[in-house]
């Protein structure tokens, strides 16, 4: 009896898992696995809830609400300029006040040439009126419809403009680069003129009327022939535009003088 006793002791602990396994396996044999599957799927479950991902409509939802918080911050965007735009016009005396339009059109391949606006004729926008935006002149109205307005850059290569340099006076023509610089010849060789110096529109200009901010210089060529030339950085954000002003054009006094005196003595 002792030694069928201990006998147990040693080999009972392994005849019980035996039996174990087998009769796990004549179970899973009988219900082809869908117990142990089950079984699987109880204990799998919650983790599985813990790590997936949000569900289609919970995704639907999110993405709802990105696209409405974009919409939110644009449209607060487009508010804070437009009232930029506003209480800058109402600066203005009420008979030259300018005429608010937003840029619609822009392609890739004339980016530093040309804009489209949404204002036309029927906004009394006419040929050669004058666009400027936050920091200065930005171009010239090139063509009208009924509705839009095309406008020449003044970083379009073709456009010229005539400048002088407010600290001394130094006078030259500003012309495009196809960028957020431009080039400045100027008309004497050796001007009175360092990088720093603000430019703005002179009184020799025929198409806008003198004082409109433009730039700043940047880097100067002294030895440059026949003349000495400047990089100036351009104050208005061409590179980005969307609100402008329209102005009707102002011909320069200096200029209208100039014609007076020329017509007297004739």
Do not use: C
Not at 135 to 153: A, D, F, I, Q, W
Not at 172 to 180: I, W
Request: aromatic residues 6%; without cysteine; glycine residues 6%.
């Amino acid at each position: 009896m002792v030694t069928v006793r201990r006998w147990w002791d040693h080999k009972g602990l392994q005849i019980g898992l035996l039996a174990l396994v087998a009769g796990s396996a004549w179970i899973v044999r009988q219900t082809q696995g869908e117990l142990v599957l089950e079984t699987y799927y109880a204990i799998t479950r919650p983790l599985q809830m813990l790590q997936s991902g949000p569900t289609p409509e919970e995704r639907l939802t999110n993405a709802r609400t990105l696209e409405l918080q974009t919409r939110i911050v644009d449209l607060e965007s487009e508010n804070k300029k437009l009232q930029n735009l506003l209480g800058y016009v109402e600066k203005e005396p009420l008979a030259s006040r300018p005429i608010p339009a937003r840029v619609v059109g822009r392609s890739a391949d004339q980016w530093w040439q040309q804009v489209t606006l949404n204002r036309g004729a029927n906004s009394r926008i006419e040929q050669g009126y004058i666009v400027k935006a936050d920091g200065g002149l930005v171009g010239l109205v090139e063509s009208v419809t009924p509705n839009t307005s095309r406008v020449l850059l003044i970083s379009d290569l073709k456009s010229q403009v005539g400048v002088t340099i407010s600290r001394t006076a130094a006078k030259g023509v500003l012309r495009g680069d196809s960028s957020a610089e431009a080039v400045l010849e100027f008309y004497e060789k050796v001007p009175n003129v360092k990088v720093g110096d603000l430019v703005s529109t002179s009184t020799y200009s025929q198409k806008f009327p003198s004082g409109l901010a433009i730039g700043r210089i940047k880097s100067l060529d002294l030895k440059k022939l026949p003349a000495s030339v400047a990089k100036v950085e351009l104050f208005p954000p061409i590179r980005f535009l969307d609100w402008v002003a329209v102005y009707p054009k102002l011909e320069n006094p200096d200029l209208e003088s100039q014609k007076s005196t020329d017509q007297k003595s004739k």
